[in-house]
């Protein structure tokens, strides 16, 4: 185990998600609130934004306890799994129809947060 590797993936997810859930729900639920969508499409939009805030803090909460208690490193692989799928999601989606996502930082976030889990745990 590598403390340190653990330690960067934690503090990258935690300041995606402090810029994903503050800073960006700003902007997001703005365009979002002025847009003419059904409110309940606006609403589920806001939870969708957020389940993604929240799934950074895990990543950050665990990345964190396993750098502390690394006998627990199994833990580590779904946080690497889903990290690696959101980001292979981000470019995906990027390089067909929706290139917008390719100018966010949403990959380089999952994936950086991925390999330095891996790093850690490696």
Known sequence: MNFWFLIMGARLSLVGASIHGVYGSRLYMENINNSAME??????S?????????????STFTLGYLAYYPN?????????????LGAGLFIVLGITNHGAL?????ACLMG???????LGIG
């Open 72 to 84: 627990f490193s199994n833990v580590a692989y779904p946080i690497i799994a889903i990290n690696l």
């Open 39 to 44: 409110p309940l499409i606006k609403s589920l």
């Open 112 to 118: 950086g947060a991925a390999v330095l889990a891996w």
């Open 102 to 106: 390719l100018r966010m930082p949403g």
């Open 46 to 58: 806001l939870v969708s934004w957020h389940v993604f805030t929240i799934f950074l803090l895990v």
